[in-house]
């Protein structure tokens, strides 16, 4: 059985149309997120506009190093999602479950540094309530809860994406999963769509108040 024959599912005749109604499904659902992650931007832009002076003051709180690093963590993620899609279409199994490998490692490096920077964001006082560290400043608990809803939102897809990256890795490596299969440039296109909101969501988050 050729590769593309045992890649193909049914009640696919083809992996042609396979891959496609692959691309449209995870189009389809990478809109439906946008559209979460749109309406809070846009409530975050209302609220900015509101008290301009008090979100830059709380966006100084934030850690920009950390935040900084992410980002290139998260841009090298993507890279190497990429090249492990490609390598997966032209049939490269050695170069796939090196990128894939890679990929979910820089995911779970992100994770972590995103769990130091909570860690030093309770010890500063930087959740919204009692004790909160601009307590003079009652906007700034606005800012910080959009900070603790969209980033929390934004590790729990990237969660999700490390998972289907490892268990495709598994499954390519154990030869369950073809690498002719439209699985890995669906997950190339969730992965990037994650990517794409922290590339939103820094600047908002860490630039502010330091431009």
Known sequence: MSGAAAARHKPWRSLRR???AASFGTWIFIGSEAMFFAGALLGYAVYRT???EAFAEAGRE???VYGTVNTALLLTSSLTMAVAAEG????LRRLTLICLAATAVLGLAFLVVKG????EDIHKHLVPGPG?????TPAAQIFFAFYWLATGVHALHLSIGIVIVGTLLVQAWRGASPLASPAFESAGLYWHFVDLVWIFLYPLLYLVGRS
């Open 116 to 119: 130091l920077e909570y860690r």
């Open 62 to 64: 934030t850690n920009l």
């Open 88 to 91: 997966a279409r032209a049939r």
């Open 50 to 52: 509101l008290w301009p």
């Open 18 to 20: 396979e891959r496609e």
């Open 132 to 136: 909160f560290k601009l307590a003079g």
